[in-house]
């Protein structure tokens, strides 16, 4: 049984402070990893996804993938009073298709104004 | 238009109903999925699809039923609703050819059974 844990939270933040989000998974086979965000009600929204070693950047968002430690974090730049929601993490195998889409509980991060 | 699209958006049913979820997409994606989030316990599988002939028991399937009518359409039931079946469901879709499998969600629909 794979599982993927993160930190419940909340995380608090000041807004423009760098938000760090971490997230650890189980199982070693794992080739692709996702952050998702979640508004309160909303469904969750792709924001990053990562299948190597080291850095992606996207605007505002990092991911961070270290396979020998098993662990995965998504640092928020400059954060936005916007960015306050539920993060998930979910990570999956090459092929194993979205059923083989793992989930964290997420993480919920507070960007205070 | 969303690309996934769950109706209704919102339902309160009575104990012991029938009452189906449908979810249409227009991604042109083979794979399709059912989840349910509770607050605290994240998003659990309920059953999935890779085509119209697969149907596989997710996680949590008791209780639930599904039927794949056409690549696009993806339906689910409760056969005999019950209250612990209320919670936030899910549609989501995937592209086999999409060799990282990412998931693309619906808009939700939130269930409450009295």
């Known amino acids: 049984q794979k599982e993927v844990e993160q930190n419940s939270g909340p995380l608090s933040v000041p807004e423009g402070a760098i938000a760090s989000l971490n997230c650890t998974y189980s199982?070693?086979?794992?080739?692709?990893f996702f952050w998702y965000r979640q508004y309160s009600g909303k469904s969750p929204e792709l924001i990053m996804s990562?299948?190597s070693n080291g850095d992606k950047e996207d605007g505002r968002f990092t991911a961070q993938l270290n396979k020998a430690s098993q662990y995965v974090s998504l640092l928020i730049r400059d954060s936005q009073p916007s960015d306050s929601a539920t993060y998930l993490c979910?990570?999956?195998?090459w092929g194993g298709g979205a059923d083989g889409l793992t989930f964290g509980k997420g993480t919920h991060l507070i960007i205070q104004p | 238009d969303a690309d996934v699209t769950q109706t209704p958006r919102n339902r309160i049913t009575k104990t012991g109903k029938r009452i189906m979820l449908e979810c249409s997409q227009t991604?042109?994606?083979?794979?399709m999925y059912w989840y349910r989030q509770d607050p605290g316990l994240g998003l659990r599988l309920i059953y999935y699809?890779?085509?119209?002939?697969?149907?596989n028991k997710g996680e949590i399937s008791d209780g639930y039923s599904v039927s794949r009518q056409a690549q696009a359409k993806f339906s689910l039931s409760l056969e005999s609703a019950i209250p612990n079946q209320t919670a936030l469901y899910f549609c989501?879709?995937?592209?086999?050819?999409?060799?990282?499998?990412?998931?693309?969600f619906g808009q939700g629909t939130r269930l409450t059974v009295v």
């Open positions: 991604k042109g994606h083979d794979r």
């Open positions: 990562i299948y």
């Open positions: 989501a879709t995937s592209d086999t050819r999409d060799r990282a499998a990412r998931a693309f």
């Open positions: 199982d070693r086979v794992s080739q692709s």
């Open positions: 699809s890779f085509d119209v002939k697969d149907i």
């Open positions: 979910a990570v999956n195998d």
